[in-house]
Every structure is written in structure tokens, then in C-alpha cells.
Nanobody, 115 residues
Framework: QVQLVESGGGLVQAGGSLRLSCATS????????MGWYRQAPGKERELVAE???????TYADSMKGRCTISRDNLKNTMYLQMTSLKPEDTGVYYC?????????WGQGIQVTVSS
């Protein structure tokens, strides 16, 4: 079981930026895919972005051009840099680590974008 700890959330004004971090309990190169998901109140959890060990990335259409996902193999940490934030980006952001067939979730971190 991979332990994941998110940090970097908080309150930001619309148009602002935030960088989320997800620290892993295992060597990150052993995790095939890592991703960020978010869940807004009353909505289902949705993919924001994900990255593979090879560095291939996938972004939600709503976030393309506004966020960058990356992973630091030396620090065993994944990042999500978000810019031009909108109120609709508000939600709880979760880190996910996949080592097929198993996967783990972080505890989630709140991101609130005020208008």
C-alpha cells in the first residue's frame, strides 16, 4: 500500500495560482501512473491530470493550458501547478498512485477559488 500525502491547497482568488504536492511513501519510479483528481460538492470525482513513469501526461479538457503535472523521482513527489484558477476549480483534490492492479488515494486537500 502506497501512502500519499497531499499539500499546497488553500484559498486563492480567481486568476491566481497554486501548486499542489503529493509525497509518496515508496520510490516514485515504482509507481506506473500518478494522477490528480478533484471532487466538487455534489459532483463525482474527476480526473484533472495524470503522468506515467515515462513522462506521458494526460489533462482534463477543462484544465488544458492551465495546469502542469510533473514528478520528481529524487524527492518521490508529484506536483500539480495550476494557473488562471477559476471558481469552478474549487473542490477537494486527491492524489492517486497506480501500481497495477492496485491503487492508492491520498486523503485529499481543499482548493477554494474565490470570485
Amino acid at each position: 500500500q502506497v501512502q500519499l500525502v497531499e499539500s499546497g491547497g488553500g484559498l486563492v482568488q480567481a486568476g491566481g495560482s497554486l501548486r499542489l504536492s503529493c509525497a509518496t511513501s515508496v520510490r516514485i519510479f515504482a509507481i506506473s501512473t500518478m494522477g490528480w483528481y478533484r471532487q466538487a460538492p455534489g459532483k463525482e470525482r474527476e480526473l484533472v491530470a495524470e503522468i506515467t513513469t515515462r513522462g506521458s501526461t494526460t489533462y482534463a479538457d477543462s484544465m488544458k493550458g492551465r495546469c502542469t503535472i510533473s514528478r520528481d523521482n529524487l524527492k518521490n513527489t508529484m506536483y500539480l501547478q495550476m494557473t488562471s484558477l477559476k471558481p469552478e476549480d474549487t473542490g477537494v483534490y486527491y492524489c492517486k498512485a497506480t501500481r497495477t492492479p492496485a491503487y492508492s488515494w491520498g486523503q485529499g486537500i481543499q482548493v477554494t477559488v474565490s470570485s
